[in-house]
Structures are given as structure tokens and as C-alpha cells.
């Protein structure tokens, strides 16, 4: 039996690089190769069975199918891979509920599935966070206000939270959240990204919102890029998504592809209304254009004194459902100018309704382990 090797998240935290249990130098030589390019320093045992506790400890374990007969009688546990490389035997599936395994991998072909799971295992992936993208009814209709709003109450009622800024020609997250100053990446930095990026460097590459260091904010830079490829869109909102909690997609009216590929990402949208009868009929086709892609649509309405018409009538008439009435809040646009962001009054409305909004999707609301 081998020495052993405690692997390290990107974090520094505990040890996320799986337990490898194989004598099969081919076999060996793949997996590492696949550690290696998932950035996780693996444990290897080079027979079997290994030693108790490395066998409990460890967050993913790869047993390799040429000493899975060594390990009929061993502790069941979660999270325990079987790797083969010959696809014409059968036998190996009876090997693999004689470990308990949760799968059976066979190697070159499972190479890419097995990558993600090793690379979930060293970022000590959980639930997934709760994305939620926020886009205006019409020009000026407060998304932008809104986005950042349920970010900022995210992020003070303490969970991880990520504004993702999808428009290139709007003003700019950042700003929004006091941060334009703030070093860190912006989507240019990010427009060649491919495959997988890694969730934990990706946050700590992300600028801070002022004042709440659980609170990263994607935008855009000042430069002349007016647009990214769909392709790094899914790359970065994956790995936005891995570290849980909350993830708001601030998105522009008009769908390209990679403002689709966002609202594929998400699991609700709030589409923000204003109580006019124009405000309607725009709304009415954003409303049809983002449904195509995602299906729970909400309206979260702006009732300003004397409109006419309440927030149960607007959602009728764009036959939606209504996420709630969002009333004006005295003194934001203040607060804007002397970098206060939006949201950050606790007793206003718009941290009120975030909040209401928070808890009543709160069980869809899974948190990574910090």
C-alpha cells in the first residue's frame, strides 16, 4: 500500500481532492491526468482495501475496477465512483453495487463526465445557487434597481450573492454598487472562457460590492467590447452557480444569444412592469420573447400614486403572475449619487419587497459551504 496525499480546495480548506484506490497503472495514469486538469490534488491508494478513515473522510472516491473485488465487504458511503476501461464487461456493474457505488465510469469515453465530478469534488460544490434574472417591461423600468436591490438584500441577510450585469450598453453594475473603482475581473477579462472555470477563483476574482464582502458583482469594463459569446456566458454562470446562494442576472429587453443562453441558466425571471397601458404592451412582448426560453415569468409591478391601475390587473392583462407591487422609494436616486446602492435602506420598499421576495423562495435557496 501506497502514501498517501492530502489535496487542498482553492479555498485552502480541508481536503477536496478525491481518494483514488487502484493498482492499474493505465487507469492511474488517466485519473491523475484528469485531477490534474481539474485542479485537484488526489489521494492515492495504491491497493485495497484503504484505510477506514481515508475511506469515510474523503469527498469523492474513484475505485478502479481492478480492485473492486477487495472491496465487496467495505462501508457503504455516498459519493463513491467505480472506473473501468473495458466497456464489453459485464461483470463490472455487479462489482459496482457489490461497493455501492453511485456509477460506473468507463474510461476514455466517460473522461469529460468524470472531469466535472472531480472538479465539483475539489470546489466542494453543493447546491446550486438560486438564479433569478431581472429584466425591464420597458425602457426605464427599474430592472436594473430591482437586480441589484434582491442582491444587496441577499448579500446582508447572509448568503452569497453574484450581480451579474448582462448589458453591455446599460450604465454598469458596478456603479450601481459602488465598485466602478474596484479592481477585479469584468466580462471582457471573461469573453474567451471556455469549458470549465474554476467557481472559487472566479468569486475571488470578482470586485466587492462596497461594504458587502459577500456580495460580487460581474459588469462591464469602460472599453469598446459590446458583447460576449454565448459560450463563455454558459461558462461563467455555471461557475457563478456552483458556489450557492444567490445569483441575480440583470438582463437587457432585447434577446440575443447570449442573453438566451442567461435566461437558460436561470430559474425564475421577474419581468418589471410599470402601471401604463405602453408599459404594457412593450412588456407583452418581452414577456412572449422570454418565455420561449424560460417558464416561470413573473410581474413585479411599479405602482406610482394615482396610476389607475394596481399590480393584480397588470399581471392579468400580461397574463402572468404576479411577483408583487413595488412602490417608489423617496430619496434613491440620492443615495445613487453618494454611491449608496440600491437596497441598502433595510426599511425601504425595495429592500422590503426583496426580502418578502427572499423568503418566499427561500426553499429553492441552497447555500454552498463557505
Known sequence: MGGTRSGRTADGIGSAGPLVVSEDERLLESVLRLCAAAGAEPRVVRGAPPPRQEWSAAGLVLVGDDVAGRLSGIARRPG???VGRDLDDQEVWRRGVGIGADHVVFLPDGEAWL???IADAAEGV?????TVAVLGGRGGAGASTLACGLAVTAAREGHRAVLVDGDPLGGGADVLLGAEAEEGLRWPDLAGSRGRVNAV???RALPCGRGLPDLRVLSWDRGDVLGV??????T????ARRRGGVVVLDLPRRLDEAVGEALEQADLALLVVPAELRAMAAAGRVAAAVRMRLRDLRAVVRCPPGCGMDGDEVARGLRLPLA????????IEADLERGRPPGMR???PLARFCSAFLVEVGSRLGEAAA
Not at 236 to 239: E, I, K, M
Open 80 to 82: 463513491v465512483l467505480l
Open 201 to 203: 477563483e472566479l468569486e
Open 324 to 331: 408583487g407591487e413595488l412602490a417608489a422609494e423617496p430619496g
Open 126 to 130: 453543493g447546491p446550486q445557487a438560486l
Open 229 to 234: 459569446p454565448a459560450e463563455a456566458v454558459r
Open 346 to 348: 433595510a426599511r425601504g
Open 236 to 239: 461563467v454562470l455555471g461557475a
Open 115 to 117: 472531469l466535472d465530478r
